[in-house]
């Protein structure tokens, strides 16, 4: 069963970076075929992909983030983690990390319970 | 970046009937690179559907995808308590994979 579990700040000020980590059990991010997402979702909107990481083919971001954000990974923790820097109130997100379902590279079969991040002073 | 504009936005129906729900993509999508999750408050989105009209383990016959040029459909026949949420489509086609702003299925 595989399961993922967002950690970090609830709490940033703006101007400043974001950093979330992903743990992840029941499957090894180094797997090959397989892709770690990060997607947020703004207060009572929609879904907002941000990029993966995958083992076969690298980190790729959304071009909408791409100057800021960055995915790293910890394979001796089995964790993936998310930079966003210079934040602002628009980057006010509930955060989640995600992994492919098998077989559909871009589909989001199994996701974290999410993690609420609010930029403010 | 490919829009999908999802319809309607609010869909009012009573248990045991049926819901059919739809999205529009602004240019061509495979319908082997489009999924429907399922979010309830304060949850994660579930996936129900992903290639079009392939059911996720453990989510019940009575959802299913189909496609039809730009449009897609998700139908939820003979609704359940359950089964009240809101509903996404997601494309995974273009290199940038994006989501429609979903409809929410209340309680009429």
């Known amino acids: 069963q595989v399961q993922l579990q967002e950690s970090g700040p609830g709490l940033v000020k703006p101007s400043q970076t974001l950093s979330l980590t992903c743990s992840v059990s029941g499957d090894s991010i180094t797997r090959g075929g397989f892709y770690w997402d990060w997607i947020r979702q703004h207060p009572g909107k929609g879904l907002e992909w941000i990029g993966y990481?995958?083992?076969?083919?690298?980190?790729y971001y959304n071009p909408s983030l791409r100057s800021r954000v960055a995915i790293s990974v910890d394979t001796s923790m089995n964790q993936f983690s998310l930079r966003l820097t210079s934040v602002t109130a628009a980057d006010t997100a509930v955060y989640f990390c995600?992994?492919?379902?098998?077989?559909?590279?871009?589909?989001?079969?199994?996701w974290g319970q999410g993690a609420h991040v609010t930029v403010s002073s | 970046e490919i829009v999908l504009t999802q319809s309607p936005g609010t869909l009012s129906l009573s248990p045991g009937e049926s819901a059919t729900l739809s999205c529009r993509a602004s240019q061509t999508v495979s319908s082997v690179f489009l999924a429907w999750y399922q979010q309830k408050p304060g949850q994660a989105p579930r996936l129900l559907i992903y290639?079009?009209?392939s059911r996720a383990t453990g989510i019940p016959d009575r959802f299913s995808g189909s496609a039809s040029g730009t449009d897609f459909t998700l139908t939820i026949s003979r609704l359940e308590p359950e089964d009240f949420a809101v509903y996404f489509c997601q494309q995974y086609v273009s290199s940038v994979w994006t989501f429609g702003r979903g409809t929410r299925v209340e309680i009429k």
């Open positions: 990481f995958s083992s076969t083919a690298g980190t």
């Open positions: 995600a992994r492919n379902h098998i077989g559909a590279a871009g589909s989001f079969g199994y």
């Open positions: 290639g079009g009209s």
